[in-house]
C-alpha cells in the first residue's frame, strides 16, 4: 500500500484565487509527479521532478508551478485560478530507476467558479 | 511521445463474466502497469510487469507482458461489481528516467 497524500481532497473557489495543492508521500521516493485528469478522461502529466530543487514541465502545458525543497513534499500553485483550471489533479511518486513504477495519491478535485 | 493504444474503450458485461483488455504500442516497452481507477480517487496499481513474457496474477486479475515488448493483457475473472471502474495500463519504454506513457483507459460497467 503506498502512502502518499493530498490536500484538500475537494476544493471550490472564486476567479482569482490563489491556491496551493499539497502532495505529501512517506515512502522516501525521488520522483514525484503532477497529473491533470478531466472525470473519465485520460491522465495528463503536468509536472515532474526527480528530486529535490528539480522541477520540470510536463507533456501538457498548465499555468500552474511547483517546488520541490523537500524529499517528501510537491506542493502545486495556482497563482490566479479561473475556470479552465476545473479538474481532478493527481499526485504521484515513484523510487524509480530501473522502473518508474508509479503510486498515486486519491487526488483533488478542483472547481474553480 | 509514445502511444499506448488500449481496448476496449468500454465493456458492458454481466456480474459473473470473464474480462479481457489490452494495450499495445508501436515501440517496444521495458515495463508493464496496470490501474483501476474509481470514480473520485486516484488509480491504485494492480499489477507490474517487468520482464517480456511475465505472467503475474493479482486475485482474479492476470495480466501479461507480451513477448514481442509491445503489448501488455489484463484479464479479471467472474467479475463483480467492485470491479466496476476506469482500467489504465501504462508503460515505460526504457529503464532509467523515461517517464510512465498511459493508456486511455477502458470503462468496466456491469449490467445488472
Known amino acids: 500500500e503506498a502512502d502518499i497524500y493530498q490536500t484538500p481532497r475537494y476544493l471550490v473557489i472564486g476567479t482569482g484565487k490563489k491556491i496551493t495543492l499539497e502532495c505529501s508521500q512517506t515512502?522516501?521516493?525521488?520522483?514525484m509527479y503532477w497529473y491533470q485528469q478531466d472525470p473519465g478522461m485520460e491522465l495528463h502529466l503536468i509536472h515532474y521532478?526527480?528530486?529535490?530543487?528539480?522541477?520540470e514541465k510536463g507533456d501538457l502545458s498548465s499555468e500552474s508551478t511547483v517546488s520541490r525543497i523537500r524529499t517528501e513534499h510537491f506542493p502545486l500553485t495556482l497563482e490566479s485560478a479561473r475556470p479552465s483550471h476545473t479538474s481532478q489533479y493527481l499526485c504521484?511518486?515513484?523510487?524509480?530507476?530501473?522502473?518508474?513504477?508509479?503510486?498515486f495519491g486519491p487526488g483533488t478535485r478542483l472547481t474553480v467558479l | 511521445g509514445q502511444q499506448l493504444n488500449q481496448s476496449p474503450q468500454s465493456m458492458f458485461i454481466q456480474e459473473g463474466e470473464d474480462v479481457s483488455m489490452n494495450c499495445t504500442s508501436s515501440?517496444?516497452?521495458?515495463?508493464w502497469l496496470w490501474y483501476k481507477q474509481d470514480p473520485g480517487e486516484g488509480p491504485v496499481l494492480l499489477i507490474a510487469?517487468?520482464?517480456?513474457?511475465e505472467l503475474t496474477s493479482n486475485g482474479r486479475l492476470t495480466a501479461q507482458f507480451g513477448i514481442t515488448r509491445k503489448d501488455s493483457f489484463l484479464n479479471i475473472s467472474a467479475s463483480i461489481p467492485s470491479d466496476v471502474g476506469i482500467y489504465f495500463c501504462?508503460?515505460?519504454?526504457?529503464?532509467?528516467?523515461?517517464?510512465?506513457?498511459f493508456g486511455t483507459g477502458t470503462r468496466l460497467t456491469i449490467i445488472p
Open positions: 504521484a511518486s515513484s523510487a524509480g530507476p530501473p522502473a518508474d513504477t508509479q503510486y
Open positions: 515512502m522516501g521516493h525521488d520522483k
Open positions: 521532478s526527480y528530486g529535490v530543487n528539480s522541477t
Open positions: 515501440s517496444i516497452f521495458n515495463t
Open positions: 510487469l517487468y520482464k517480456a513474457g
Open positions: 501504462a508503460g515505460q519504454p526504457d529503464f532509467g528516467n523515461e517517464k510512465l506513457t
